[in-house]
């Protein structure tokens, strides 16, 4: 099981690392939000978000199923440190949830389970 996704060139796009880190599951729901430099310092401006094509289309806090998410996260970005030029992401499976993780910079897509047995 992946726990967190990370690239080689340190470039990507948000379907390919979430294809990734379902490993082989059924990505059931997609949710886009603001996220980053994009609410952090001034909610009215999308820092950094200008390289990311589409951004302004992408229709922020509504579930999507795959097949309608699939127009919104194709665009490349790149991954290294430096501001997050990708809109934010939750995502689910059938037995994972998967988020959008950004630490110092550097981003990746990282998977919880979606139901942990209680012990």
């Not at 796009?13 to 603001?34: F, Q, S, T």
């Not at 509504?62 to 097949?67: A, C, F, K, S, V």
């Amino acid at each position: 099981m992946q726990e967190e996704s990370w690239t080689v060139d340190g470039y990507t796009n948000l379907a390919e690392e979430l294809e990734y880190m379902a490993d082989g599951e059924h990505i059931e729901k997609v949710v886009l939000y603001r996220a980053g430099l994009a609410i952090s310092c001034d909610p009215s401006k999308d820092y950094g978000m200008d390289r990311y094509k589409g951004y302004a289309d992408i229709p922020f806090g509504e579930p999507l199923t795959w097949e309608e998410a699939l127009p919104h996260i194709q665009s490349k970005f790149y991954t290294g440190y430096g501001t997050q030029e990708c809109p934010g992401v939750a995502a689910w499976t059938r037995n994972k949830v998967l988020y959008l993780h950004e630490y110092d910079g550097s981003t990746c897509i990282r998977s919880v389970p979606r139901n942990p047995p209680r012990k």
